[in-house]
T-cell receptor, first 114, second 111 residues
Framework: KAGVTQTPRYLIKTRGQQVTLSCSPI?????VSWYQQTPGQGLQFLFE???????NKGNFPGRFSGRQFSNSRSEMNVSTLELGDSALYLC?????????????FGPGTRLLVL | GENVEQHPSTLSVQEGDSAVIKCTYS??????FPWYKQELGKGPQLIID?????GEKKDQRIAVTLNKTAKHFSLHITETQPEDSAVYFC??????????FGAGTRLTVKP
């Protein structure tokens, strides 16, 4: 069974631009969660999507948004990029909604904002 | 909101020794506690988890204990091997609506 895949793996953007990251969950998994990982703040939960609806949301500004498609694939968008948005963005998939089942993480997308 | 504190931040052990990493949480509503291992260039990988209705869980060389009264849980790795070297994260989920992670422990196992 293929694991969680994320594209692109690396990305360089400049301040003010926007970016879209993609995540394909494990086949049969309907929940996709997004996380931001930085050396200073560690791993922080962004949001969770299940059945094309955002179910839970972390404490991030509205510049961070996402969506989920009918095939459970998910995209995350960050608008008006700031230097502090440089991070490893991870997505994780699980069968059910919430954090009651095992989450499987992808390798992440490393975003550098210049 | 929930705070998860993890100690130590770095841990160096000799191959074959045991390693213990401890985490505390603040919200008594937390009910699911996973542990993740992250190797360089990879995403976190679940190694073991425990739910609030269980006090201890073991999987080969890895065990997790949970003390709900004291609000702390620990990861125990026995007979450590060089391939156990990685960053380990604890996490706590509150009612399935949020997941908070500890700051991570960099474990080094010396051959």
């Amino acid at each position: 069974k293929a694991g969680v895949t994320q594209t692109p793996r690396y990305l360089i953007k400049t301040r003010g631009q926007q970016v879209t990251l993609s995540c394909s969950p494990i086949s049969g998994h309907r929940s996709v969660s997004w996380y931001q990982q930085t050396p200073g703040q560690g791993l922080q939960f962004l949001f969770e999507y299940f059945s094309e609806t955002q179910r839970n949301k972390g404490n991030f500004p509205g510049r961070f948004s996402g969506r989920q498609f009918s095939n459970s694939r998910s995209e995350m968008n960050v608008s008006t990029l700031e230097l502090g948005d440089s991070a490893l963005y991870l997505c994780a998939s699980s069968r059910g909604q919430g954090f009651r089942e095992t989450q499987y993480f992808g390798p992440g997308t490393r975003l550098l904002v210049l | 909101g929930e705070n998860v504190e993890q100690h130590p931040s770095t841990l160096s052990v000799q191959e074959g020794d045991s390693a213990v990493i401890k985490c505390t949480y603040s919200d008594s509503a937390s009910n699911y506690f996973p542990w993740y291992k992250q190797e360089l260039g990879k995403g976190p990988q679940l190694i073991i988890d425990i739910r609030s209705n269980v006090g201890e869980k073991k999987d080969q060389r890895i065990a997790v204990t949970l003390n709900k009264t004291a609000k702390h849980f620990s990861l125990h790795i026995t007979e450590t091997q060089p391939e156990d070297s990685a960053v380990y994260f604890c996490a706590a989920s509150i009612g399935g609506n949020d997941m908070r992670f500890g700051a991570g422990t960099r474990l080094t196992v010396k051959p």
